[in-house]
């Protein structure tokens, strides 16, 4: 099992930054990605940015240009600044892990996260 706890949330103005951390309970030393899906009230969980392997990354039409993903592999961490923040952007941010254990795919969800952009 892996726990993933998520810090970094909160209330920001338009064109104001945050920046989100997830942290990985433990290492990972197969396969995985990690990742951020947002959710807003009556919608599904949508992708806002992953990196694979701490090689490629992808990214939301959405926040393309203004939110950038990286990772510290050594405290297997995840984090995703978030700049020039518009209202769209508000929701509760989920950290994902999906990681190879050696016979199939694990995902693991974080609690969760809230950020508000509102003047």
């Known amino acids: 099992q892996v726990q993933l706890v998520e810090s970094g949330g909160g209330l920001a103005q338009p064109g104001g930054s945050l920046r989100l951390s997830c942290a990985a309970s433990r290492s990972i030393y197969n396969s995985y990605t990690m990742g951020w899906y947002r959710q807003t009230p009556g919608n599904q969980r949508e992708l806002v940015a992953r990196?694979?392997?701490?090689?490629?990354?992808n990214y939301a039409d959405s926040v393309k240009g203004r939110f950038i993903i990286s990772r510290d592999s050594a405290k297997m961490t995840v984090f995703l600044q978030m700049n020039n923040l518009q209202n769209e952007d508000t929701g509760v941010y989920y950290c994902?892990?999906?990681?190879?254990?050696?016979?199939?795919?694990?995902?693991?969800w974080g609690q969760g996260t809230q950020v508000t952009v509102s003047s």
């Open positions: 994902k892990l999906n990681a190879w254990s050696g016979s199939d795919w694990q995902t693991y």
């Open positions: 990196i694979v392997n701490g090689v490629s990354t």
